[in-house]
């Protein structure tokens, strides 16, 4: 079975912080992707990647970047926290044109 | 008052009924369609694809039909069961995913 592991499940962040969230999936899949899901707007998605040491801006890059140095594993960094990056945080990958494995999301509280 | 994008579009169904769930993608380049299923608390799950030269796909009690016309995808879950309510969601190929709908199934 494809695995898709976050690193944490829930994490509480102090405005300012700069975090880390994390994600591997263990079936060398090219694609990989972060949404963030807030109530009532679905997925959006933030950044993906479709191979190593490349990247490209979803919908809403904006206070986020990335960095996939591996395949298998592509981190998800919010420079400088803020209140309204409180959200529940997905990481997918797939092989290109197929379906995505999801993680199981992080929640990640901005105080 | 309420605020527009804090209401997911919702369908109750009773036990044993058939669901049909809507979805409209905006891309009518677009050739690959995937439905998600998403329970509390989990990431989404897959549950059925389909190509554009395809009108219809049938898996285990979920249909999938493609109207490339209107470009409209619609998800049929036959004998509708207490574990199928979720929220699903449908997506292109780019990995844009729509709102999702609540399918929430009485017993």
């Known amino acids: 079975d494809v695995k898709v592991t976050q690193s944490s499940r829930y994490l509480v962040k102090r405005t300012g912080e700069k975090v880390f969230l994390e994600c591997v999936q263990d079936m060398d899949h090219e694609n990989m992707f972060w949404y963030r899901q807030d109530p009532g707007l679905g997925l959006r998605l933030i950044y993906f990647s479709y191979d190593v040491k490349m990247k490209e801006k979803g919908d809403i890059p904006e206070g986020y970047s990335v960095s996939r140095e591996k395949k298998e594993r592509f981190s998800l960094i919010l420079e400088s926290a803020s209140t309204n990056q409180t959200s529940m945080y997905l990481c997918a990958s797939r092989v290109a044109n197929t379906e995505a494995f999801f993680g199981q999301g992080t929640r990640l509280t901005v105080v | 008052g309420e605020s527009v994008g804090l209401h997911l579009p919702t369908l109750s169904v009773q036990e044993g009924d058939n669901s049909i769930i809507n979805c409209a993608y905006s891309?009518?380049?677009?050739?690959?369609f995937i439905w998600y299923k998403q329970e509390s608390g989990k990431g989404p799950q897959f549950i059925i694809d389909i190509r554009s030269n395809m009108d219809k796909r049938q898996g285990q009690r979920v249909t999938v039909l493609l109207n490339k016309t209107v470009k409209h995808l619609s998800l049929q879950i036959a004998a509708t069961q207490p574990g199928d309510s979720a929220v699903y969601f449908c997506a292109e190929n780019d990995m844009r995913f729509g709102a999702g709908t609540r399918l929430t199934v009485k017993p």
């Open positions: 891309n009518s380049a677009s050739d690959y």
